[in-house]
């Protein structure tokens, strides 16, 4: 399973680290993304990263604020977020895939497809 961490209330400029913890499988055979999603649109995907090697993906969503990384040791990805905006407001998922296209150049397009692992969500409010 996947247990998130992180989120919460800031205002703009600021900073949140979300956590997305695996049990029960190691992530050097998965690629995790963090996807979010604003009530009635659809999830769109943020950011991945394959567990093997660390290659990274990011989406025009990030602008550049985002950082993904991961801890082989503890099992955890990680979602730094930086310079924070209204617009980044959402419930943010981790999820994991096995299969390589799905956690690639063209991320944001294939989204959720072939991501069969979630977790439980973590909201991000971003308002003065």
């Known amino acids: 399973q996947l247990v998130q961490s992180g989120g919460g209330f800031v205002q703009p400029g600021s900073s949140l680290k979300l956590s997305c913890a695996a049990s029960g499988f190691t992530l050097d055979r998965y690629a995790i993304g963090w996807f979010r999603q604003v009530p009635g649109e659809k999830r769109e995907s943020v950011s991945c990263i394959w567990g093997s090697d660390g290659a990274s993906f990011y989406t025009h969503l990030t602008k550049g604020r985002f950082a993904i990384s991961k801890d082989s040791f503890r099992n955890i990805v990680y979602l730094q977020m930086d310079n924070l905006e209204r617009e980044d407001t959402a419930t943010y998922y981790c999820?994991?895939?096995?299969?390589?296209?799905?956690?690639?150049?063209?991320?944001?397009?294939?989204?959720?497809?072939?991501?069969?692992?979630w977790g439980q969500g973590a909201q991000v409010t971003v308002a003065s």
């Open positions: 999820a994991a895939t096995l299969s390589m296209p799905y956690c690639a150049e063209g991320f944001y397009h294939t989204g959720v497809t072939g991501f069969d692992l």
